[in-house]
């Protein structure tokens, strides 16, 4: 039997950044079940191109972990300012939708304008004050008000989340979610102005590698790594877990990084009421079709397709990040497709994405396609709603009281960015080494 301080589940930027920080300080061991380290930061080199698991992009907000990323991948790294599009209407509007309304047609502009005066003389616009659980159809229209709710919130955000948006609730939105103010908004629908809003205007994206590059990065020197280990089975009252490829490990702490609803069905014997909890959990699944094509002269990063005659919520072009993802004279997009609980037919949607792409205009013709990968994420985002408001604290304290620290976006069971992975991971190996770590 393999014995350990610190077993770490996952290979992806929460794991590799708690096993970096443990290194020297705690015994470790980091089981991956995937034959490289990365999760869904991770590449797919394929015929001279380098796609990513979707627009996987660096926002970097606090300096010890942002100075940790830069400082890990060195030279190789860009930083980008934010180049992004709404396409409504057969027009294009620049990103964020509620602070540049100029270029909408006149009727639309004035629903949406009146519609925001309107809720801000209930006293609710443009503040992005939400209670918990409150349903994201009655935070949209209570902060934005009707208009900007039609044309935009509501349509996008059911394409992306694929769950009804009066039982989705508001509780992720901050700060992914611009809340211009109303001087703002009325600047932004009557004349040009800046679109650096939101949690995004700058971001980091690696020169060489795909975004491959940071969890490689991570990983140089560690020597604890196992790939090709999945977890098979917990047993949380002897502390031993079951690994293919490595048998039992028995540990003293676990960081658990894999999506949460899928760790928990592993624990044998679970507590009373935990497995009726898990079942409450829900998350969405997103097909990335990443495509390479004969040139493109587009300066744009991605575009949002709220209108339901297009299959994909966004569509983006990889190649702005970086123009090494793809051969000279080509370029590589990503377009991303949502489904809740339903698989998507490779072949049928291949037509209507195609048909899309021409329509808004991010391809010229289909023969311009020379390469194609899809990429499944079965897990992409959790859904926000009253069950997981009852079921997440209970089960997150009854992993604590067992030492068992679940964090990263999918341990977490939460929407999140890259930076705040590295964060947590950062932090919980810290608090660990210091015999710290809290209870949640």
């Given at each position: 039997?393999?014995?350990?301080?610190v077993?770490?589940?996952?290979?992806?930027?929460?794991?590799?950044?708690?096993?970096?920080?443990?290194?020297?300080?705690?015994?470790?061991?980091?089981?991956?079940?995937?034959?490289?380290?990365?999760?869904?930061?991770?590449?797919?080199?394929?015929?001279?191109?380098?796609?990513?698991?979707?627009?996987?992009?660096?926002?970097?907000?606090?300096?010890?972990?942002g100075?940790?990323?830069?400082?890990?991948?060195?030279?190789?790294?860009?930083?980008?300012?934010?180049?992004?599009?709404?396409?409504?209407?057969?027009?294009?509007?620049?990103?964020?939708?509620?602070?540049?309304?100029?270029?909408?047609?006149?009727?639309i502009?004035?629903?949406?304008?009146?519609?925001?005066?309107?809720?801000?003389?209930?006293g609710?616009?443009?503040?992005?004050?939400?209670?918990?659980?409150?349903?994201?159809?009655?935070?949209?229209?209570?902060?934005?008000?009707?208009?900007?709710?039609?044309?935009?919130?509501?349509?996008?955000?059911?394409?992306?989340?694929?769950?009804?948006?009066?039982?989705?609730?508001?509780?992720?939105?901050?700060?992914?979610?611009?809340?211009?103010?109303?001087r703002?908004?009325?600047e932004?629908?009557?004349r040009?102005?800046?679109?650096?809003?939101?949690?995004?205007?700058?971001?980091?994206?690696?020169?060489?590698?795909?975004?491959?590059?940071?969890?490689?990065?991570?990983?140089?020197?560690?020597?604890?790594?196992?790939?090709?280990?999945?977890?098979?089975?917990?047993?949380?009252?002897?502390?031993?877990?079951?690994?293919?490829?490595?048998?039992?490990?028995?540990?003293?702490?676990l960081?658990?990084?894999?999506?949460?609803?899928?760790?928990?069905?592993?624990?044998?014997?679970?507590?009373?009421?935990?497995?009726?909890?898990?079942?409450?959990?829900?998350?969405?699944?997103?097909y990335?079709?990443?495509?390479?094509?004969?040139?493109?002269?587009?300066?744009k990063?991605?575009?949002?397709?709220?209108?339901?005659?297009?299959?994909?919520?966004?569509?983006?072009?990889?190649?702005?990040?970086?123009?090494?993802?793809?051969?000279?004279?080509?370029s590589?997009?990503?377009?991303?497709?949502?489904?809740?609980?339903?698989?998507?037919?490779?072949g049928?949607?291949?037509?209507?994405?195609?048909?899309?792409?021409?329509?808004?205009?991010?391809?010229?013709?289909?023969?311009?396609?020379?390469?194609?990968?899809?990429l499944?994420?079965?897990?992409?985002?959790?859904?926000?709603?009253?069950?997981?408001?009852?079921?997440?604290?209970?089960?997150?304290?009854?992993?604590?009281?067992?030492?068992?620290?679940?964090?990263?976006?999918?341990?977490?069971?939460?929407?999140?960015?890259?930076?705040e992975?590295v964060?947590e991971?950062?932090?919980?190996?810290?608090?660990?080494?210091?015999?710290?770590?809290?209870?949640?």
């Amino acid at each position: 039997m393999i014995k350990t301080d610190v077993l770490i589940v996952g290979g992806g930027l929460s794991g590799l950044t708690a096993a970096r920080t443990l290194q020297g300080k705690k015994r470790y061991l980091l089981a991956e079940k995937e034959p490289l380290t990365g999760g869904l930061a991770a590449s797919v080199k394929k015929n001279g191109f380098t796609f990513d698991y979707s627009g996987h992009l660096l926002h970097l907000h606090w300096k010890k972990t942002g100075d940790l990323i830069l400082r890990l991948l060195k030279n190789n790294h860009y930083k980008i300012r934010r180049n992004a599009w709404i396409h409504l209407k057969g027009g294009e509007v620049p990103y964020p939708f509620q602070a540049n309304l100029y270029n909408l047609p006149d009727k639309i502009k004035s629903e949406c304008v009146c519609g925001f005066l309107e809720a801000c003389l209930r006293g609710k616009g443009g503040s992005g004050h939400a209670r918990a659980g409150m349903p994201f159809k009655n935070w949209s229209i209570n902060t934005f008000g009707a208009g900007i709710s039609k044309h935009f919130m509501l349509p996008y955000n059911y394409k992306l989340w694929q769950y009804p948006l009066d039982r989705l609730t508001a509780d992720w939105c901050a700060p992914f979610v611009p809340m211009p103010n109303p001087r703002e908004v009325l600047e932004g629908a009557y004349r040009t102005r800046s679109t650096e809003m939101g949690y995004n205007p700058v971001f980091y994206y690696p020169r060489l590698g795909g975004i491959q590059a940071l969890p490689d990065a991570l990983a140089k020197g560690l020597k604890d790594i196992h790939t090709g280990c999945e977890l098979r089975s917990l047993n949380l009252k002897t502390k031993t877990a079951f690994i293919n490829g490595l048998g039992a490990v028995k540990y003293g702490s676990l960081i658990n990084t894999m999506p949460l609803k899928y760790f928990v069905e592993l624990i044998k014997s679970p507590p009373a009421g935990l497995r009726a909890l898990n079942a409450k959990l829900r998350h969405n699944t997103i097909y990335v079709l990443n495509l390479g094509v004969k040139g493109t002269s587009s300066k744009k990063h991605w575009t949002y397709f709220p209108e339901s005659e297009f299959l994909f919520y966004r569509a983006g072009i990889a190649t702005n990040f970086s123009r090494h993802l793809a051969p000279k004279g080509c370029s590589s997009l990503y377009i991303e497709t949502a489904t809740y609980g339903a698989d998507l037919d490779p072949g049928a949607a291949e037509k209507k994405i195609f048909r899309g792409l021409i329509k808004g205009g991010v391809i010229k013709n289909e023969k311009d396609i020379i390469e194609k990968l899809w990429l499944k994420i079965p897990c992409a985002y959790v859904i926000y709603d009253s069950a997981r408001n009852i079921a997440l604290p209970p089960i997150l304290s009854t992993l604590a009281d067992n030492n068992i620290h679940s964090i990263g976006r999918y341990g977490a069971w939460k929407y999140s960015f890259m930076e705040e992975s590295v964060k947590e991971g950062l932090e919980t190996a810290k608090k660990i080494i210091t015999n710290r770590a809290p209870r949640r």
